[in-house]
């Protein structure tokens, strides 16, 4: 079975710019969830998504939005970039996102903001 | 204080050494442990899940949890140098039939050959 997979892998971008990443979750899995992960705060939830809703969602101002398609498939979007969102973005998918569902991480999105 | 707390290390061991890596967790609501472990420029990989207190052993590595101490720990048995990488400990917040995991900073581990 196919893994998790995030695009690009690497991004560049300057402050005040908008920015989408992507995720393709485990086929069969249902929920994705996005991770935030600095060498400052550590991994930090973002958002997840189940069924195209989100259904939890971390502490993070409004610039960071994600949504989640009919095939399970999520971007999510961070507009007017700050420096401070120099980070790497993991995805991570799991088959209903509910107690005891093991959580399978992407390789994650290196983002640069300059 | 922050739900999980891990000692960020680094730690350097040599070879066939044993490892202990350690976290701490304030919330007492019900909820899972597990230990990722991450190789520099790739995401999180599970390497072990628990939700009760106790051991659980699993080849070389062993997850333990003390809930009345609220403390959880790996032990890796016969390091190698193949084990050199980030180990987060992370523990489960569930919301609303939303479950979020909550990690430690995690801890550098490098195996000397």
């Known amino acids: 079975k196919a893994g998790v997979t995030q695009t690009p892998r690497y991004l560049i971008k300057t402050r005040g710019q908008q920015v989408t990443l992507s995720c393709s979750p485990i086929?069969?899995?249902?929920?994705v969830s996005w991770y935030q992960q600095t060498p400052g705060q550590g991994l930090q939830f973002l958002f997840e998504?189940?069924?195209?809703?989100?259904?939890n969602k971390g502490n993070f101002p409004g610039r960071f939005s994600g949504r989640q398609f009919s095939n399970s498939r999520s971007e999510m979007n961070v507009s007017t970039l700050e420096l401070g969102d120099s980070a790497l973005y993991l995805c991570?998918?799991?088959?209903?996102?509910?107690?005891?569902?093991?959580?399978?991480f992407g390789p994650g999105t290196r983002l640069t903001v300059l | 204080q922050k739900e999980v707390e891990q000692d960020p290390g680094p730690l350097s061991v040599p070879e066939g050494a044993i490892v202990s890596l350690n976290c701490t967790y304030s919330?007492?609501?019900?909820?899972?442990f597990m230990w990722y472990r991450q190789y520099s420029r790739k995401g999180p990989e599970l390497l072990m899940y628990?939700?009760?207190?106790g051991n659980k052993e699993d080849g070389r590595f062993t997850a333990q949890v003390d809930k009345s101490s609220k403390y959880i720990s790996l032990f890796i048995r016969d390091s190698q140098p193949s084990d050199s990488a980030t180990y987060l400990c992370?523990?489960?917040?569930?919301?609303?039939?939303?479950?979020?995991?909550?990690f430690g900073k995690g801890t550098k581990l490098t195996v000397n050959p």
């Open positions: 991570a998918s799991s088959l209903g996102g509910g107690a005891g569902d093991t959580q399978y």
């Open positions: 086929s069969g899995h249902r929920s």
């Open positions: 998504y189940f069924s195209e809703t989100q259904r």
């Open positions: 919330n007492s609501a019900f909820q899972y």
């Open positions: 628990t939700y009760s207190s």
């Open positions: 992370a523990k489960t917040d569930s919301q609303g039939g939303s479950e979020k995991l909550v």
